[in-house]
């Protein structure tokens, strides 16, 4: 198999760490964007609009670059490496996939050209507090009237929700809270009657939000896919999602062992550089053995994520489950290796450290998924290799 990138992915590659290296550079840079409204500068995803990356994964039918899950992968790893703050992931990753499965003529002419041109922000507000990573876990609910709608409930974590423009929301509209039937997506707007939005920085650094419907009125219209088979839906945009953070994690990792190498080259200790420590040179393989084991694993879920369902659903818990253990085990050793300086503030290796801990939670942790995976027969439960020993 042929893991070369193609000529179009090395351009794409080439344009997005020149913007990264930029804008992120200098790490002094990015907590002058953290003070920003929303917690990431406006300018910067006007770049990011402007060389093409939010209009990545859309067809060129609808204006974007046709783009897939390489593509994808390519930018988010790049996007670990900087520690960017920008929405990529919520509005073109997250939302972008829901609406490219899901949209109709009229939901893709009235949001997915904006968010091509930068001048929109979608996030996807599917957590609950009581739901844990069950996505099917919804007591958020979606009333009839009048030819619409009324919501009601809570959404927790919503990425980057203060500066959203809209929302997709999952809500129930059919049956008991843990049903996985009667599950409805609906697109709301942020400044719709009754929306609560209550926006607060992250252990990352990054900003998220708790949403609070209170008879939010919506059109009948706004209703994104098929009603009531909603969760079919949400899983293939998370799935997408994990797809996405397996290769931010990947590129965060890779630039935190690169920063580790330095400091046991630089650091001296006993008359010499600490790297020249047998027992230090052996924990910094294990960090390289554990990126490369991440490494394979994000090329493998970027490669399974358009799979059927089942064998989708497998494949990212597998690499779930291997970018988790491997980010601990890069993160907790980095600051190991570091000494006291690997967890201050004003060190850039905290801050991966920090975003590499929000990343194992994020769309489900190792156990969750190592049950997921479990339940669904292993990652290989094909027939085609109960000989394969």
């Known amino acids: 198999m042929d893991f070369d990138f193609t000529e179009e992915q090395q351009i794409i590659k080439g344009a997005v760490e020149r913007l990264v290296e930029d804008h992120y550079g200098e790490f002094e840079r990015r907590k002058i ?11 910067i995803w006007r770049d990011f609009a402007a060389i093409g990356l939010t209009g990545l994964p859309f067809d060129e039918s609808m204006g974007g ?11 988010m790893e790049a996007i670990g490496r900087g520690l960017c703050l920008e929405p990529f992931l919520p509005t073109v990753v997250l939302a972008g996939t829901a609406l490219r499965l899901a949209a109709n003529e009229g939901q893709r002419e009235a949001i997915i050209g904006p968010i091509i041109r930068g001048e929109m922000i979608v996030s996807l507000a599917y957590n609950e507090r ?11 609910s979606a009333r009839p009237i009048d030819g619409g709608h009324v919501i009601n409930g809570q959404k927790s974590v919503v990425m ?11 809500t129930r509209t059919a049956g008991e809270r843990r049903d996985k039937g009667g599950i409805t997506l609906f697109i ?17 650094g990054q900003r998220v939000a708790e949403l609070t419907f209170n008879d939010v009125p919506v059109a009948g219209d706004a209703v994104l896919g098929e009603p009531g088979e909603g969760l079919a ?39 010499v550089p600490i790297g020249s420590f047998q027992v230090l040179q052996h924990a910094a393989v294990d960090m390289m053995v554990a990126l490369e084991q991440a490494r394979s694993m ?20 597998a690499a779930k489950v291997q970018i988790n253990r491997s980010a601990r085990q890069v993160g907790q050793q980095a600051v190991q290796l570091h000494g006291g300086i690997g967890m201050t503030f004003e060190y850039k290796g905290a801050h991966y450290f920090k975003r590499l801990t929000v990343i194992e939670a994020l769309f489900g942790d190792a156990d969750y998924h190592l049950d997921r995976l479990g339940k669904a027969g292993g990652l290989l439960s094909d027939s085609r290799y109960e000989n394969v020993t």
């Open 33 to 43: 964007y953290q003070k920003e409204p929303g917690g990431f500068a406006r300018s």
């Open 65 to 75: 670059a046709g783009g897939g899950p390489v593509e994808t992968m390519i930018v």
């Open 130 to 140: 009581q739901g844990r990573y069950d996505l099917f876990d919804v007591a958020t």
């Open 160 to 170: 980057h929700g203060e500066s959203a423009d809209k929302f997709i929301v999952s």
């Open 188 to 204: 709301v707007d942020a400044k719709a009657e009754g929306l609560e939005v209550h926006g607060y920085e992250s252990q990352d």
């Open 233 to 271: 839906l949400l899983e293939a945009v998370i799935d997408h999602g994990i797809a996405a953070v397996a290769a931010e994690a990947v590129g965060a990792m890779d630039a935190l062992h690169g920063l580790t190498l330095e400091y046991l080259k630089t650091r001296n200790q006993f008359g």
């Open 298 to 317: 994000a090329m493998f879920a970027a490669m399974m994520v358009d799979a059927p369902p089942e064998e989708r659903t497998r494949a990212m818990s």
